[in-house]
């Protein structure tokens, strides 16, 4: 039997964007779902996130995502106009255009843990996570 090796260390990975990414840096993404699996802005907060973007680009270029579950650094986190108490440890859930906000929606998504306090509109450090089931 062969020994497998891992392709990457960390799941930081170039998507194509389905949208133009640019400036959307710490907004949440999902899987386009077709053959051509794009990187989509969420647009709805039971959408299942992929990840967070770390760097946005064109149509025509290449997003850096960080992996929900799989990535092992920080990422700035965008956060929603109106995010709730958000401190150090607040699990943070999707919003419907992709920005976070402080958990508590039962059919929200949670994506990534406060690393920082926070509020309106601020881009905060946080920890990716992979949280498959909505809020209850």
Do not use: C, H, W
């Amino acid at each position: 039997m062969a020994g497998g090796t891992l392709t990457r260390d960390n799941a930081l990975i170039p998507m194509t964007p389905n949208e133009d990414q640019t400036g959307k840096e710490g907004y949440a993404v999902k899987v386009s779902g077709d053959t051509n699996n794009k990187a989509v802005l969420v647009t709805g907060i039971t959408n299942a996130p992929f990840g967070i973007i770390v760097d946005g680009d064109t149509t025509s270029g290449k997003s850096t995502v960080a992996v929900a579950g799989s990535f092992s650094g920080t990422v700035a986190a965008k956060l929603s106009a109106s995010p709730g108490t958000v401190n150090a440890g607040t699990k943070l859930e999707i919003t419907a255009n992709g920005t976070l906000k402080a958990s508590g929606t039962s059919t929200a998504r949670n994506i990534a843990v406060a690393l920082e306090s926070g509020s309106a509109n601020e881009m905060i450090e946080a920890a990716v996570i992979f949280d498959p089931v909505a809020n209850s």
